[in-house]
């Protein structure tokens, strides 16, 4: 991994990126224009909350995190964890691309023998001393490239066997990532993973029944944790607490359900599991920064962009 790190836009507005793929197989390859630009208003940031693989075909510019950026070219290589915000700018008003490639977790896990999850260790990363970029020139972005460009193929050939082929071509361009960052020398790496891997009951029960009542205590014994020690271990692996991830979850489904038209907003707040609708405005003023009103309107006329802003 190469590449020298510059100062980020840490403070600077942010939004969620919701990109919703098929619950069996959670993976899709898209090509994606960038353009904001250098020296323009700065790019509004955004996360998500699938894992990111991104390789740049066409153009340079500048890929920002809160707190470091890089500089890129045609053929560098970003990873992105679900946890970092982060958005490019373009160096100019010239065609410039990125090939993202977004999944899941739950593609690998599902099933997934202990050898087979370690596959994730690349996004199990600190991110103040991780170096997100890799380098089209140097040996490990040669390395890389054309499993990339293969992925890219299989995402949107017709072949038969299709979905085990991106499967099998992903989990090596992971694995050549362990091995290019030495993971398997990384305590703290694996120490991050597994404790991912103990969470993740909890996270599927969470994500599938978040419009209900939780309690902690239960969602805790379902990974035969305390809740005390189940509340330490989400905050330090989900970098925000059990309410606020739950929280968050009812936020975009209500939002979701706002987009649709179908319903009022009040209806929609109700039904995402919101108890206590002033949670809800407070939040979609803090990511949207209009009310919900005025956001639904913007989405009509067209004014929202494809990110979901």
Known sequence: MTGEMQAGVCGMQSFFWEYRMKP???????????????????????????FELGVCTAGEGIFYFEEKSYDYSAGDIFLVNNLEKHGAAALSQADTRFRFFLFLPELFLEGAAAWEAECLLPFQYDSARFCNRVTGDSPAGQTLRPLLDGLWEDAHGDRTGRERLIRARLRLVLAELCSLLRL??????????????????????????????LNQKEIAALCFLSESRFRHLFRRQMHMSFQDYVAKLRYLDARRRIASGIGSISDAVREAGFSNPYRFYQMFQENEGVTPLVWRTRLRSGENDPLGE
């Open 184 to 213: 398997d020398e990384s305590p703290a790496s694996a120490a991050a993973l597994a404790d991912y891997l103990r969470l993740r009951p909890a996270l599927s029960y969470i994500d599938s029944h978040f419009s209900q009542r």
């Open 24 to 50: 069996d197989f959670p993976f899709s390859a898209i090509d994606y224009a960038v353009t904001d630009i250098v020296g323009g208003p700065p790019p509004r940031l955004h996360w998500h909350s699938f």
